[in-house]
């Protein structure tokens, strides 16, 4: 199956014309489970290997706080119920998907994590399902803590939130055109030959359903069945048992995260209830629904 990133990883390599092909550079690793990749534009190989270096370390940060695929301060707060004095970014997180919940009418939830692995793996759903409820997370500077049976995945933000971190991380360094794959797209600045970027949105079986220009924007792309778990359900679960309304959602925004949420939530939302939590978001918008 063609995923949307090699959709965008193709429109990227796409741009490797002649007049700017020298000044390229690529890296390409993984971000919170999944593959990414980086193409900066205007650099000396020095300087790309400096800001490559740098983005690995910043990956490593937010990986060390929200992978559900290492030790991180996640796992151990699923594990333990409870997380003491947690990261800036951490609650800088959390308030977003507190504010995504709020304006989704609660479709966004992370507390679906413990539903999610029951499915996944045959277990008790009964127990999954009673485990659902953001409201029931208490956030304080000084402690998360979860009832007992409850778990968090930020998997429908993290991506988007580890494409903001590096957007940052270029402009510090001084580079304003960059294209940014984390699973969730950001787009900085111009191509070099000049106009935006380029991106395509493919729905779950590859099949191609728009093409978008991009700049100073990121784009997130959701496909319940882009992923099927236990006996072939979608991966994007509402978290009080209904089904999906939409078979891919894209949405841009000017911060991937609120991209990436947004475009998850609207899944099974609504046209009305997508339109009310765009406005939530100022400069979010709907690219695609089918």
């Known amino acids: 199956m063609i995923t949307r990133r090699r959709f965008i990883a193709l429109s990227a390599a796409a741009l490797a014309a002649p007049g700017y092909a020298a000044t390229r550079h690529d ?14 534009s205007g650099a000396t190989d020095a300087q790309a290997r400096h800001v490559f270096a740098r983005v690995v370390s910043e990956l490593a940060q937010v990986e060390a706080q929200f992978s559900l695929y290492c030790d991180s301060a996640l796992t151990r707060l699923n594990r333990d119920g409870r997380l003491p004095y947690p990261s800036v970014p951490m609650l800088d997180l959390f308030a977003l998907a507190d504010q995504v919940h709020r304006a989704t009418g609660g479709a966004f939830d992370p507390t679906v994590q413990p539903l999610w692995l029951a499915m996944a793996t045959g277990g008790n759903l009964t127990a999954g399902r009673a485990a659902i409820g953001w409201d029931r997370v208490r956030i304080a500077p000084d402690e998360i803590k979860l009832d007992p049976g409850m778990a968090l995945t930020f998997n429908g933000i993290a991506q988007g939130h580890a494409a903001d971190r590096i ?46 220009d991009l700049q ?5 792309t959701s496909s319940p069945l882009g992923t099927r778990i236990g006996s072939g359900a979608g991966h994007i679960l509402h978290p009080k048992g209904l089904p999906t309304r939409w078979q891919t959602v894209a949405i841009s925004a000017p911060m991937a995260a609120v991209a990436d949420a947004l475009s998850t939530a609207a899944c ?9 939590a765009l406005a939530a978001f100022p400069g979010a918008r709907l690219e695609h629904l089918s």
């Open 27 to 40: 890296w390409q690793g993984v971000a919170l489970g999944a593959e990414a990749r980086l193409v900066v």
């Open 216 to 220: 100073d924007r990121a784009l997130a």
């Open 167 to 212: 957007a940052a991380r270029m402009r510090a360094e001084g580079f304003g055109n960059v294209l940014i794959d984390m699973g969730e797209v950001q787009a900085l600045g111009t191509h070099p030959e000049g106009g935006p970027w380029r991106a395509q949105v493919a729905g779950p079986g590859g099949d191609a359903l728009a093409d978008l």
């Open 268 to 276: 099974l939302l609504d046209r009305p209830a997508i339109d009310s």
